[in-house]
């Protein structure tokens, strides 16, 4: 039997076609997401690439011979990142709160956060402390990767287009001017080039009143892992929203809510991220204050116009802010870009040359760097125009710019370029790079303005990224040529690893803390915080956080410091060694070799009789009467200084009066009369010159006040006759020798005072990260004194009692015992740690309560 025919109609096709037309759809959006993520690889591969590619080409570490260790890489970024590795293995002498090592102890919390929160940093722990160096390169590397990734995911919130060429504008951003001759070599600063396309989300986000939790996580990452430079990202951040808010066709209500949405997310992030601000804004409140300096900032207009030339490199410092020859033609062909609304065109034109402007007039450039011009690059916000100059790129490019727009961006390069030929900046090498690159660059634009059906467009892009990454790598190789001279002057790639790695060893080998400190002879000298760095516990330090008790006690004390007291130096005389607690002193030996030396020294917390802190008849406030008082004890005689021969010497009020040292002339002459076989030391922290006692090595005396205090440095030994003879040899005019600046000092009573300290020291000690304890002689009295400068922070109890702040003892950290004590126990908490901590559960609370609200009204709905 024939079965029936159905002539009813087929309900389920509509159904069926709604499911097929749903699952094309999701196979186009996961075709989009793919393109969108395989892009944002793209970009950070071409980025890093090209970076790498400049570096190599010209043999620069970790490429070549030519070292980056330059200036504050070589001096701080390198040693902290090889006690971060301590910290990271168990063998740092301190904790994240305090650091023991460094001007015989210090705080540490607020140089993490300054130097070292990225998180990026913390990959140091998985290379060789010795080769240190190369996981800092690889924290500006991959910081490059990750700010071209986000750009180019960015840049498609701010247009829809290509994602392909948004990574190739994404190239210019990551590796800009800013990143190659400012950033790359300061890789906390990294930490802003990639806040910025995360902050613009984050503001795009608020538009579209959408993922207010990510913006606020991502905003309060990137503010603790680099406060200084994420400030800077927020500002530029604050200039794209209102940007928006001109341009976006929205109501008055809107704009009010999504300034609301980005003033709540800014807040609450500050508040999660609150430790990283307010320890370091504390600490550098406590600091020592630096010396009186004048940063112009104001530069010339053909300078600052060269300076958008791939490759340039001013001197003085100037905005780095050149982006690639891409990026630069795409803005200079918006002026003529017809199809971007006239108001777009001059809104983003307009903010451009706005922010460029505000970098060189002193109040604003104020503004950018929190209100104090900084010594050294004051240019530190470039990177923030060189984002908007990729941004209104982009605004070109997606608006599929025609031949007209691209010839007069043609036009106007040619101009820039006859313009700025000559100018200090343009070097032959940026020259020749722009003037090719945009040639080759212009003519591919060309060829993808003719519309998808040109036989050759498919090849557009792919050649476009090629020009991208060989003009890009062209003008960083451009770059290290210029550098050359500078990184000449101190070449540390191989000798800096060999000579770390032997005085490490040596440090590890001779270790016996918390008895004693290792010390290192300043012969060793490697870098300005080579206690960090060797492994060592001394006092040189290199920090902006170096604390004015800390850098006037040791100074008082006869350290030696640069910087107005920023820079501590590593001590050149045994008293000041033994009264910190140094037991082995590190001294180079015959070839590569570290010979270690024991040397008598007090224990790390000792006991002071009542009244022991007193000059002993050296002159009052001079260094030797500060050091026998810390000491407790008669150590030095401070002899009367007479001019002997050569150049003139003239009495003064304060001192001697120098004539200046003439080249093949004797210097100026003096005797001193102190006992024979004591061991003789000159202080005289202003003293621009030479030093040198009859049949001894001349010591260079480098004072120059305030910036540069010379240390006690070593004069010789008294001969038999008991008639010292010292020449001085000054550098400048209008130099003094103060009458007190001899002291002799007994070799003998120095050695016998310091093992009587030992012998009364603790009977037990146990020294923590960031706190000491100390079991003493029953019934001890007088003033228990660890050999640590006395900063804010301490807080110290007896016997169990309520904790208070310790006292200085003559700048050490004294402990007054009153009647008689048994135990001492000390702990350091940074400034701000509380308060910090305080805001960040605020910002955890409030972060909560958007979570907990959110679900709320999902679950009603």
Known sequence: MTAPIDT????????????????????????????EKAAALSAAILSMTAFCVGMAAYGTYPFGPSTRAMNDLRHQY?????????????????????????????????????????????????????????PVFLVSLLSIGLAAAAMTVFLGRLRPGSPWLRALLSTGYAVCGWTVLDASIVPMWMTGLV???????????????????????????CWFANFYSAAMATIGAV????????????????????????????????????????????????????????????????????????GSVPEPAAPNVFTGVL?????????????????????????????ALSFVFAPTAKVWQGFTLPHGAPF????????????????????????????????????????????????SYALGGTVVGGAVVGALLLLHARGPRHRGRALVVPALALSVLATTAYAVYGVQVVFDTARRSFNTTTTMSLLTKNVHRAAVENDDWPESRVGVAPSLYVTNNDPMLLGVQSGGYYSSYITKEAATGLRELGIGYAMGGRNLWIPRDPYLNALMGVGTLLEPATGPRIAARSVPSVPLVSLRAPGSDRTYGAPAGSVWANRQAALGAQVYTVPEIRYDKGPVAVRGSDGWQLSPRLPGKAWS???????????????????????????????????????????????????????????????????????????????????????????????????????????LPKGSTGTAVVATPAIQGW?????????????????????????????????????????????????????????????VRRRRA
């Open 380 to 427: 530190r916000e470039s990177f923030v125009l060189s984002g908007l100059l990729v941004m209104a790129a982009w605004v070109c490019l997606a608006h599929s710019p025609g031949r007209r727009a691209l010839l007069g961006g043609g036009g106007l390069l040619a101009g820039l370029v006859l313009l700025t030929h000559s100018a200090q900046p343009v070097s």
């Open 8 to 35: 009813a109609p087929d309900t389920h096709v509509p159904e069926q076609r709604d499911r097929a037309s749903t699952a094309g759809g999701r196979r186009i959006a996961d075709r989009l997401r793919g393109s």
């Open 795 to 855: 807080s110290c109890s007896v016997d169990g009692g309520a904790s208070r702040p310790p006292v200085s003892h003559r700048g050490l950290l004294g402990v007054p015992l009153g009647a008689g004590a048994d135990r001492i126990a000390c702990s350091y908490t940074p400034p701000g740690l509380k308060a910090g901590l305080a805001g960040t559960g605020a910002g955890v609370l409030a972060l909560a309560g958007v979570l907990v609200a959110g679900a």
């Open 327 to 355: 990026v630069l033609l795409l803005v200079l062909a918006l002026p003529f870009q017809s199809r971007v609304p006239g108001r777009e065109r001059v809104a983003w034109l307009t903010l451009i040359v706005l922010t």
């Open 669 to 775: 002459g003096f005797t001193a009369r102190c006992a024979p076989g004591d061991e003789a030391y000159l202080y005289a922290p202003a003293l621009s010159g030479l030093s040198v006692a009859a049949g001894a090595k001349p010591m260079s005396n480098s004072g120059r006040p305030p910036v540069v205090v010379s240390p006690v440095n070593p004069l010789g030994t008294v001969p038999a006759d008991g008639k010292l003879r010292f020449a001085i040899g000054a550098s400048r005019p209008n130099q003094v020798l103060p009458y007190d600046a001899v002291g002799c000092m007994n070799p003998k009573k120095f050695q016998d005072v310091v093992r009587s300290l030992r012998a009364g020291g603790p009977t037990r000690l146990d020294v923590g990260g960031h706190s000491v304890e100390a079991e």
């Open 78 to 134: 390198v040693p902290f990142h090889a006690h971060l590795w301590d910290l990271q293995h168990g063998a740092a002498r301190g904790d994240l709160l305090f650091n023991w090592q460094s001007g015989f102890g210090n705080g540490f919390l607020a140089e993490f956060f300054t130097y070292l929160s990225n998180p990026l940093s913390w990959i140091t722990g998985l290379f060789p402390r010795q080769y240190v160096d190369f």
């Open 195 to 221: 806040a910025l396309p995360l902050f613009c989300i984050a503001v795009d986000d608020c538009l579209r009143e959408r993922r207010w939790v990510l913006g606020t996580v991502s905003f309060a990452v």
């Open 239 to 310: 200039l794209f929203l209102l940007l928006r808010l001109f341009l976006d066709d929205t109501t008055g209500r809107a704009r009010v809510r999504a300034l609301a949405r980005a003033a709540g997310m800014a807040a609450t992030g500050l508040l999660l991220a609150a430790p990283a601000v307010i320890v370091p804004g504390l600490a550098n409140g406590q600091s020592q204050p630096t010396t009186s300096y004048v940063v112009d900032v104001s530069t010339g207009p053909l300078t600052y116009l060269g300076l958008f030339l791939p």
